[in-house]
């Protein structure tokens, strides 16, 4: 899958506009992914074991209010206390369950600044897509349908 990048600009408009996070919202998120995990024959801790489901936990509940989030890979290992390799991992199979789009934020010299999660069953999901990676609709489903293809 082609790497997403967008400006920090973009990202920071969606991230202060709109409601706070909240623990409630999170808990609702956590379930539907359960739920559809199930539905698939997956159970969520058996997928998202220990450490990667600290991240998990501090993802969805960052990307609660607004549908977007962005963080360091090095700051998340400091907040959650896992390795950049244990991100990596999570991020493929976050990416995997097809309900997180994973991109990043356009550094001055090179694409590698910090990690953008997008939930894609957020009402603001198109939208987001739309003005942060300046996609068209069409190119939305594109991605979408290519992220649930089985690998």
């Known amino acids: 899958m082609k790497t997403l990048t967008t400006t920090n600009q973009r990202v920071?408009?969606?991230?202060?506009?709109?409601?706070?996070?909240?623990?409630?919202?999170?808990?609702?998120?956590?379930?539907?992914?359960?739920?559809?995990?199930?539905?698939?024959?997956?159970?969520?801790?058996?997928?998202?074991?220990?450490?990667?489901?600290?991240?998990?936990?501090?993802?969805?509940?960052?990307?609660?209010?607004?549908?977007?989030?962005?963080?360091?890979?090095?700051?998340?290992?400091?907040?959650?206390?896992?390795?950049?390799?244990?991100?990596?991992?999570?991020?493929?199979?976050?990416?995997?369950?097809?309900?997180y789009i994973i991109g990043r934020l356009r550094n001055s010299k090179t694409n590698c600044g910090k990690l953008v999660y997008v939930d894609v069953l957020h009402p603001n999901f198109k939208e987001i897509m739309r003005e942060c990676f300046l996609l068209s609709a069409n190119q939305i489903a594109e991605l979408i349908a290519e992220q649930e293809e089985p690998t």
């Open 12 to 99: 920071q408009f969606f991230i202060s506009y709109g409601d706070q996070c909240a623990r409630d919202n999170k808990y609702k998120r956590l379930k539907r992914l359960e739920d559809d995990l199930l539905s698939k024959g997956q159970y969520i801790t058996e997928l998202f074991p220990r450490k990667q489901w600290q991240l998990l936990d501090e993802i969805v509940y960052n990307t609660s209010a607004n549908g977007i989030c962005k963080i360091g890979t090095d700051t998340l290992s400091t907040k959650v206390g896992v390795s950049a390799r244990t991100i990596s991992t999570f991020n493929r199979k976050l990416e995997a369950t097809g309900q």
